[in-house]
């Protein structure tokens, strides 16, 4: 029997795919990843909890669950960036290197140690393999599709992974949970930061960068307000602000770092909220060759549509981006992704916009 081991979460998504795998006749067994240990007696942190879904799910199967903690490894290789990035002005996706560096690498290095043929997620994403090539698909559910969160995993990660929740809908997901009276069946998803939850950012981030106050002033020069540190705030944010006065909405529109302001907007379709094009660095790709520059689609964040685009490759290491249509608060630090259809080919951290 082929030994697959599945990271449970202790979310209803990686429970039913534990339960797929059992069915399609694999060797399953459960592994629950603790990887912050700061505050992790605060109301905010769900580790406990989490932990205890996770081996009630394993109990109901019957399959074994091992507690694995990659705390260091997830300091060392995630937290310490994402500090670094916010640090200087920028808006990481930890999301990102947190499934390249820990559940694709720490926890496949764990499994493969312990006699894994693989290792499977929750997330909603196809592996499709083709002459020994394996391609990273959308996943079907187009309200779920998690390949954005994917990008950066190489073949050989790909190679030794599955997503049995890739052809599903959330609905059948929770039905089928729901069905096998899971105690996460009903359970709300995480929108927290990788491996350390919900919490208020702004205080959590508090914690561990240093604050400077500054003003808050639009383009023109006009001063509006003040900041509580430029970490705390992204392109394209509206709340938070609290700026007075009549009008449309303000959005933050762009930080100027030397002197520590934060420029502002109204309006959600102020020009320089918009961009034609990004430049981008530290690509990573999918496939074993890099994608040819041409025309594709891309996304700058999750959740967006697919907006048509040209790839340029600089010889400086650099690539562009340059959109049919602009997009609407491309912010540096995030990534940008490329699609060919529905397949997923890999991307960049964005860099700075390009008018």
């Excluded at 900041?227 to 992204?234: A, D, P, R, V």
Aim: glycine content about 10%; proline content about 4%; overall charge negative.
């Amino acid at each position: 029997m082929t030994n697959i081991t599945v990271g449970l979460s202790g979310g209803v998504d990686s429970s039913v795919a534990a339960h797929i795998l059992q069915q399609q006749g694999f060797g399953v067994r459960g592994i629950f990843m603790q990887n912050w240990e700061d505050d992790d007696n605060d109301g905010y942190c769900s580790i406990k909890e989490d932990s205890l879904d996770a081996i009630a799910v394993a109990d109901i199967l019957g399959i074994d669950i091992d507690l694995i903690n990659f705390a260091s490894e997830y300091k060392d290789r995630v937290f310490s960036y994402f500090l670094d990035e916010y640090s200087a002005g920028r808006t990481p996706n930890p999301d990102i290197l947190c499934n390249s560096e820990i559940k694709f690498k720490c926890f496949l290095e764990h499994a493969l140690q312990h006699d894994a043929a693989a290792i499977a997620t929750g997330h909603y994403a196809r592996k499709i393999e083709r002459d020994g090539v394996h391609y990273l698909y959308k996943g079907l559910d187009d309200s779920k599709d998690q390949s954005y969160f994917l990008y950066r995993l190489s073949q050989y990660q790909l190679s030794y992974a599955l997503f049995p929740l890739g052809e599903m809908k959330k609905t059948e997901v929770r039905e089928l949970a729901a069905k096998l009276k899971l105690p996460t069946a009903h359970k709300k998803d995480s929108t927290g930061i990788c491996f350390i939850g919900e919490r208020p950012f702004r205080q959590f981030l508090q914690k561990y960068l240093p604050t400077y106050a500054g003003v808050m002033r639009t383009p023109e020069g006009k001063i509006v307000g003040e900041h509580c540190g430029l970490s705390f705030y992204t392109i394209g944010q509206r709340k938070g602000l609290n700026i007075g006065g009549a009008g449309e909405a303000w959005f933050v529109a762009g930080k100027d770092l030397k002197n520590n302001e934060l420029i502002v907007v109204q309006g959600h379709n102020h020009p320089l909220l918009l961009s034609q094009g990004l430049l981008m660095n530290n690509m990573s790709y999918t496939l074993p060759e890099k994608p040819p520059a041409g025309k594709y689609t891309a996304k700058t964040r999750y959740r967006m549509e697919d907006a048509l685009c040209e790839l340029i490759y600089q010889e400086d290491g650099y690539a562009k981006l340059i959109f049919d249509n602009p997009q609407w608060a491309v912010t540096p630090g995030q990534s940008a992704v490329l699609y060919d259809g529905d397949c997923c080919l890999g991307g960049g951290i964005i860099v700075s916009t390009i008018d």
